[in-house]
Nanobody, 114 residues
Framework: VQLQASGGGLVEPGGSLRLSCAAS????????MAWYRQAPGKQREWIAD???????NYVASVKGRFTISRDNAKNMVYLQMINLKPEDTAVYYC?????????WGQGTQVTVSS
């Protein structure tokens, strides 16, 4: 299984990015898809998930700023991020919940800096 995250980059505080995750398998059978991130010197953390029905959950630090979505037909998961803050700087990954260790891809780097 390959989960290829893309769309990261360097953005100023207050800016926006849209991350995409392309799955090599059908995600329609996966109940929870999620985004995780790992900041420098910190452990990887779950930040958002979405179930097959479209119900979403977010960690408090991103709630109201990030929006997760999925397109089962295209095997894609997205993360729309607005009002980005320096503390959002991290490598972002997608995976299921609970995550599978052998599903981690290379992630996509998001750097928020002026």
């Amino acid at each position: 299984v390959q989960l290829q995250a893309s769309g990261g980059g360097l953005v100023e505080p207050g800016g926006s990015l849209r991350l995409s995750c392309a799955a090599s398998i059908s995600i329609s059978t996966i109940y929870f898809m999620a985004w995780y991130r790992q900041a420098p010197g910190k452990q990887r953390e779950w930040i958002a998930d979405i179930n097959r029905e479209g119900t979403t959950n977010y960690v408090a630090s991103v709630k109201g700023r990030f929006t997760i979505s999925r397109d089962n037909a295209k095997n894609m998961v997205y993360l729309q991020m607005i009002n980005l803050k320096p503390e959002d700087t991290a490598v972002y990954y997608c995976n299921q919940v609970p995550f599978r260790n052998n599903w981690w891809g290379q992630g996509t780097q998001v750097t928020v800096s002026s």
